[in-house]
C-alpha cells in the first residue's frame, strides 16, 4: 500500500507560481515512479509529468513543457511539482500518483497503482 497527500494547492494570478507537494507513506516509494495528474471540471484527467523513481527521467505534457517541473526528494517520501506562469487554463485539481512497478515511466494513467485525493488549483486572468 502507498498513500499519497498532495498539498500547496491554492489561488494565484496568470503569471504567478506554485509549488505542490505530494508526500508519500508506505512501502518502496523510492522504487515507484510518480506521476501528476489533472482534471478540469467536465474534462477528462490529462496527464502533467512524470518522474522516475530516480530521478533521472522526466516527461511532460507540451501544455506545461517549459513551465512545470517535477522532483522528487526520495529521503522525505516526497515528489514535487513546480509550476511557473501559470494560466487560467491551468486551473484543475492536481492528482499525484504511484507505480510501484514500473517497467518504465508512463504517461498514461493505466499503469498508475495509488493515486491521492488531490489540490486544488485556481489560476485567476
Known amino acids: 500500500q502507498v498513500q499519497l497527500v498532495e498539498s500547496g494547492g491554492g489561488l494565484v494570478q496568470a503569471g504567478g507560481s506554485l509549488r505542490l507537494s505530494c508526500a508519500a507513506s508506505g512501502r518502496s516509494f523510492s522504487k515507484c515512479a510518480m506521476g501528476w495528474f489533472r482534471q478540469a471540471p467536465g474534462k477528462e484527467r490529462e496527464f502533467v509529468a512524470a518522474?522516475?523513481?530516480?530521478?533521472?527521467?522526466?516527461h511532460y505534457s507540451d501544455s506545461v513543457k517549459g513551465r512545470f517541473t517535477v522532483s522528487r526528494d526520495n529521503a522525505e517520501n516526497t515528489v514535487y511539482l513546480q509550476m511557473n506562469s501559470l494560466k487560467p487554463e491551468d486551473t484543475a485539481v492536481y492528482l499525484c500518483?504511484?507505480?510501484?512497478?514500473?517497467?518504465?515511466?508512463?504517461?498514461?494513467?493505466?499503469?498508475?497503482?495509488?493515486w491521492g485525493q488531490g489540490t486544488q488549483v485556481t489560476v485567476s486572468s
Open positions: 500518483a504511484a507505480d510501484i512497478s514500473p517497467f518504465y515511466v508512463s504517461i498514461r494513467a493505466d499503469p498508475y497503482d495509488y
Open positions: 518522474i522516475s523513481s530516480s530521478g533521472d527521467i522526466t
